[in-house]
């Protein structure tokens, strides 16, 4: 299903500029939005933006939903989706940058802000169950277990950057034949 | 300070990291200690308001461009952290006409097992500093368990725990945020 450049906007809007807890929570919020609820892409167009978005330079919230937008509709859709998706958010950062010890001083903003960050801890799990889940198959859960396993691993234990460990999932990926 | 020369710092920072903070030492080289643009003080200031907005957690390079040259250096900013993005279009359309071959099926499948990983990775600190007290936990779990077994709007989501957080302050809920 193709959505309108209208649709496009506001779904990125909403999403990509009022989820707290990093681009991964809102990733998370958008695939769900897009694949789970509104059937605008498939799980392998969704799987396919995720991968590459993850090694484009740069924020990987905005690559996802320049990736999303295209895949939608071409230019038009790359555009709007992350000029929607920046836009706001952007002057939201700048409008409390320059009233940054005005908005410290009101102690709700700050417990609402908490709230949000807590609810973005179990989107993220959720967001993480959302994308593995798919992969655990009775032919496939050991090659994706192990891959998952290892990337926790190179990445909380050793410090390996994101990118090398992506790498290294890649080559994994190349030589380690799925079961078929 | 010249607005292209800032937008070009921006993007050099942005191009050389992939993901939220990467960018940070390239950014304090450039503008802190060689330029003297901003205090380090600022840019602490930067990364705090870059965690307490929505949106990815790179946008305190928005707050970084504010404060080193007003709305045009936050514009400056804004535009240095679009552009990189631009590039994943290329390489969507490059892996895109590959995407039926099984070994780029099981390259990408690695990719996205992976990213998942690293996300998964990155929650962890997170968890360690937006869960204190009872309520912050039932309020993840929660929306755990809301985002995987119902439809309900993942916006609803978040704002309906910033507004218990704040209910719960109010009635002095022990164990609330």
């Known amino acids: 299903m193709t959505p309108s450049l209208g649709r496009l906007a506001v779904v990125m809007l909403r999403i990509g500029n009022f989820t707290f807890g990093g681009g991964a929570a809102a990733v998370a919020a958008l695939q769900r939005e897009m694949v789970s609820r509104l059937h605008w892409l498939n799980e392998s167009q969704f799987s396919l933006s995720y991968a590459l978005s993850r090694v484009t330079p740069g924020t990987n919230q905005l690559a996802f939903c320049t990736a999303a937008g295209w895949l939608l509709r071409r230019w038009r859709g790359a555009l709007i989706a992350v000029l929607a998706a920046s836009i706001p958010s952007c002057l939201i950062t700048w409008a409390v940058t320059v009233g940054f010890d005005v908005v410290n001083r009101y102690s709700m903003m700050r417990i609402a802000i908490s709230g949000a960050m807590a609810a973005s801890v179990g989107i993220l799990l959720a967001s993480f169950w959302l994308i593995v889940g798919p992969h655990i198959t009775r032919k496939s859960w050991i090659r994706s277990s192990v891959i998952v396993a290892a990337t926790i691993g190179l990445s909380l234990f050793a410090e390996v950057t994101p990118v090398l460990v992506l790498g290294v999932a890649a080559v994994a990926g190349f030589f380690w034949n799925e079961p078929t | ?177």
């Open chain 2, 1 to 177: 300070m010249n607005f292209l020369l800032l937008y070009l710092l921006f993007l050099k920072a942005s191009m050389s990291s992939f993901s939220g903070l990467a960018a940070l030492p390239i950014i304090r080289e450039d503008l802190v200690v060689k330029r003297h643009l901003l205090t380090d003080r600022d840019l602490n200031t930067a990364v705090v308001i870059g965690r307490t907005t929505p949106g990815p957690k790179g946008l305190y390079i928005i707050s970084v461009g504010q404060y080193a040259g007003g709305f045009a250096g936050a514009t400056a900013a804004w535009l240095a952290i679009v552009t990189p993005s631009l590039l994943v279009i290329p390489l969507l359309e490059f892996a895109g006409r590959r995407a039926d071959h099984p070994k780029v099926k099981q390259v990408l499948r690695a990719v996205v097992l992976a990213s998942a990983g690293i996300s998964l990775s990155a929650t962890l600190p997170l968890a360690a500093d937006a869960l204190r007290g009872w309520l912050s936990y039932a309020i993840a779990v929660a929306a755990l368990i809301i985002l995987l077994v119902t439809e309900v709007d993942t916006l609803w989501v978040i704002f309906g725990a910033g507004l218990l957080a704040v209910v719960a302050h109010s009635l002095g809920a022990p164990g609330s945020m």
